[in-house]
């Protein structure tokens, strides 16, 4: 290969290592890649073989019940569970034993034989006493897995098997069942057989290919190495200009890539020249800014050629320092940037001037919490921001009860370090947002931001109330405090700081005239509703375990052809004493206290079960679409909770449809789309609620998984009336079908508003116009009649 004049260099050797190299990591990685297989393979078959345990365990429970009552004498209940568990098998001949904590075998259906003897001595191969191992699992865990050696049928040796034990501690008993190791080798390598031979037949292909790139990239490489060798060359004389600058001097290529630092930039970073030359400069920012914060400086850099500011950077041990930067491009002559030039100086002294004096006038010294000066500039600005964004906010004043009797008895020292304590207690009750205030001796006060109701203010309230009544240590003496709190709301309560301040006071002496160890509101009224609320919550909770709470179903249809297109399952919660209750009612209160949680997978788990019986019945094929709340969202195992779910239920994963909010996708962006695409790869659709009621950027909404966007029905409601609300609902139809999406539209009542739809081409609609929510046995019965009806019409369209 020819070279350029002045390179002394030959990189075809080192070209074709690196091929070499890159084949042999292929190799590296495709081998690495089967071991994942066979591994998730293995944990597969462990976690089926659990979940059958826990099935045949939840056999002795039933049975457990009839005992408890009464249906059935113990040893009656007992009989029939083995009865029941010894016919037990799956994949062809696997099955279930059971010993008890002796360890005595209970019954093995394999070898009878063993049934009623005393196995603590009974040994594999490799002298493992199995079944005293399964009862020491069982005794420590409550269940789990144990490997041993097992005689397998048609095989003259024991082979590696493991088995999955779970105590049934009523009866003192332990269930399990096992896997043989080679079944899984077997099965593993034959579905993979076919796959190593097409995998090394293309990392075959691609070594070719690498030969033949890798010539052409020598000749490049050769060119790039003559260029950078000059650039160089003048980089070395530009350094003598800033060498010896007081300031941190460095210096990037166009690319962004390190070229050049000074000697105060190494005292200042840590970083010497050569840690750093070729680098990207990243490695110096500090996660104190997000990647908006940087992004905005790049854009600067590139509208202006230049960006100077205040901001955070890391130095080489890790700890992070504030700076004062200037950032300025370098251009050639054709105007294209060839350098960035980076001047920044330490200001760390500075900031910590700074800090000292905002602390010392603006926080209490004994708690570090803020003072009465920083108090009121604080509820003011939380004031405005409630004014302008029309929410509640919420002023608690606290006072710990008998904080004289401890001060005077224990000691002023004893007083203080209880201060403390409480302040870290009210520290741990409260959310960033908010502010904590220590205005003077046992005097504590809360602001509440951008609340929704005074229940949350209550929440708080009964928090604060548990977590001071924990005891105390003081210099070894153990003490029991509790609080008194009063509370007060804008803008219900008062517009001002003045007045809020001046009736949470009032509220705290009325909760003291009470009892103390107790919060008030500032009117009867406020305090009354709390209480219900807390009522209600306790009743959610136990409906939750009586089976109050109902799934309705609505109808999704298409709007040209009439055709059933989906259902949506929505909750509903038959009270005791409230009659019907929609979940505008009581999922609010759930998700606030964890609740919905558990509620939200009752309502997936009833949803798939009933698809999958419309399905086996034949009347319907349409998906079922159910609401995600953001705490299930949010939940790291969602994705194997719905993959669970869809199992049992044998609904297939394409008949489900979740709906999420554009909000709750838009809040973190990348791992939503992550979260989503694991789920879109089980096969399951993606729907978004209430679009158009939120913020959402065109950009990052496409890289959703998304089939249909939802058109929220506070605009279909006046589409007919509300030239505003028309435009809206057009253009949201227009932006779904420009991404290839179904636009489908809530809320429809009448038929002026699906006549609109149709006209500017809405796919499917929902509402009352159609079918209003209603239980599974009355859309079962619109599922038959539709049937009946669809059937009809095809004999009268058959030739007589």
């Known amino acids: 290969m020819k070279r350029e004049p002045g390179s002394s260099f030959n990189l075809r050797s080192k070209l074709f290592m690196i091929v070499a190299v890159a084949l042999g990591a292929m190799v590296l990685i495709a081998t690495l890649a089967l071991m994942d297989e066979r591994s998730r393979l293995m944990e597969d078959r462990a976690v089926k073989t659990r979940h059958l345990v826990e099935s045949a365990h939840g056999v002795l429970v039933r049975f457990h019940s009839l005992q408890q009552r009464g249906e059935l004498t113990e040893g009656e209940a007992k009989r029939a569970a083995l009865d029941t568990i010894r016919t037990m098998r799956y994949d062809g001949s696997e099955y279930f034993w059971i010993n008890d904590l002796e360890p005595r075998m209970v019954m093995h259906p394999m070898m009878p034989e063993l049934d009623g003897k005393d196995l603590s001595g009974f040994t594999d191969p490799n002298g493992k006493r199995l079944f005293v191992a399964f009862a020491d699992t069982v005794r420590k865990n409550g269940a789990g897995f144990v490997d041993y050696l097992w005689p397998k049928p048609g095989l003259t040796r024991p082979v590696s098997k493991i ?60 060119d790039y190495a003559a260029k950078l060798a000059r650039s160089n060359a003048e980089l070395c004389q530009a350094a003598t200009v800033f060498e010896n600058t007081k300031e941190g001097v460095m210096i990037a290529d166009a690319a962004n890539r390190v070229v050049a630092v000074n000697r105060a930039f190494a005292e200042i970073t840590g970083y010497g020249a050569d840690e750093l030359i070729g680098r990207s400069p990243e490695v110096l920012r500090s996660s104190r800014q997000d990647e908006v914060f940087y992004r905005r400086i790049g854009e600067a850099i590139h509208e202006h050629g230049h960006w100077q500011g205040e901001l955070w950077d ?94 005077d008895t224990l000691g002023h020292p004893a007083g203080d370090l209880l201060l403390q304590q409480v302040a870290e207690r009210l520290r741990e009750c409260v959310r960033d947002e908010d502010t904590i205030s220590r205005v003077g001796g046992d005097e504590f006060t809360v602001v509440l931001e951008n609340l929704e109701d005074a229940g949350a203010a209550s929440t708080v309230a009964r928090k604060i109330l548990g977590a001071l009544s924990k005891k105390v240590v003081l210099f070894g003496h153990e003490v029991f405090v509790t609080c008194s709190i009063g509370i007060s709301l804008y803008p219900r309560d008062g517009k001002d700081i003045v007045t809020l301040f001046k009736n949470a006071d009032s509220a705290l002496y009325r909760a003291k005239d009470q009892g103390r160890d107790t919060y008030q509101f500032y009117t009867e009224e406020l305090t009354t509703l709390a209480v219900e609320r807390l009522e209600l919550e306790n009743d959610l909770r136990h409906a939750l375990e009586t089976g109050e709470l109902l799934v309705y179903y609505q109808p999704q249809v298409n709007l040209r052809s009439g055709t059933i297109t989906g259902m949506e399952a929505l909750a509903r919660w038959q009270h005791p004493r409230r009659g019907l209750l929609m979940p505008a009612d009581f999922i609010p209160l759930a998700e606030e206290t964890g609740l919905i949680v558990p509620l939200g997978e009752w309502v997936l788990r009833t949803a798939c ?74 096969g399951v659709r993606f729907s978004i609620d209430d679009f158009g009621t939120g913020y959402s950027s065109l950009s990052h909404l496409k890289r959703f998984p998304i089939d249909k966007i939802k058109i929220h029905q506070s605009f279909v409601q006046n589409i007919t009336t509300d030239p505003e609300d028309a435009a809206i609902s057009a253009a949201i139809i227009s932006l779904t079908h420009s991404m290839k999406r179904k636009a489908i539209a809530e809320g429809v009542e009448t038929d002026a508003q699906r006549e609109f739809l149709l006209l500017h081409h809405c796919d499917e609609i929902q509402g009352h116009h159609f079918s209003k929510p209603a239980p599974a046995d009355e859309i079962e019965r619109l599922l038959r009649e539709m049937t009946v009806n669809d059937a009809s019409d095809v004999s009268r369209s058959q030739p007589s």
């Open 163 to 222: 088995s999955y034990v779970q105590g049934f501690s009523p009866w003192g008993w332990v269930i399990g069942s096992g896997i043989y190791i080679d079944d899984v080798n077997r099965i593993f390598w034959d579905a993979m057989r076919w796959q190593v031979g097409i995998i090394f037949a293309a990392i075959l292909l691609l070594g070719g290919l690498m030969a033949l790139v890798a010539r052409r990239v020598e000749r490049e490489i050769n």
């Open 314 to 407: 890391r130095r080489k041990n890790g700890e992070d320092y504030p700076a004062w930067l200037s950032i300025s491009v370098v251009k050639d002559d054709d105007g294209q940037v060839t350098h960035h030039v980076s001047v920044f100086s330490d200001i760390t002294v500075l900031k910590e001037s700074e800090a000292r004096l905002d602390q010392l006038a603006h926080h209490d010294p004994l708690t570090g919490l803020p003072n009465r000066l920083l108090l009121n500039a604080r509820a003011e600005h939380a004031l405005a921001r409630a004014y302008r964004n029309e929410k509640q906010m919420a002023v608690l004043f606290l006072d710990i009860d008998r904080f004289k009797y401890i001060n």
């Open 609 to 682: 079960f009933q698809a999958k019986a419309w399905l086996d019945a034949g009347l319907s094929t349409a998906p079922v679409a159910v609401n995600l709340s953001p705490r299930q969202f949010r939940q790291k195992d969602l994705v194997e909770r719905i993959a669970g779910t869809l199992r049992e239920s044998g609904l297939p994963p394409d008949h489900l449809e979740l709906e999420v909010t554009e909000g709750l996708v838009m809040f973190n962006v990348e791992a939503s789309a992550t979260l989503m695409d694991r789920l879109n790869d089980l």
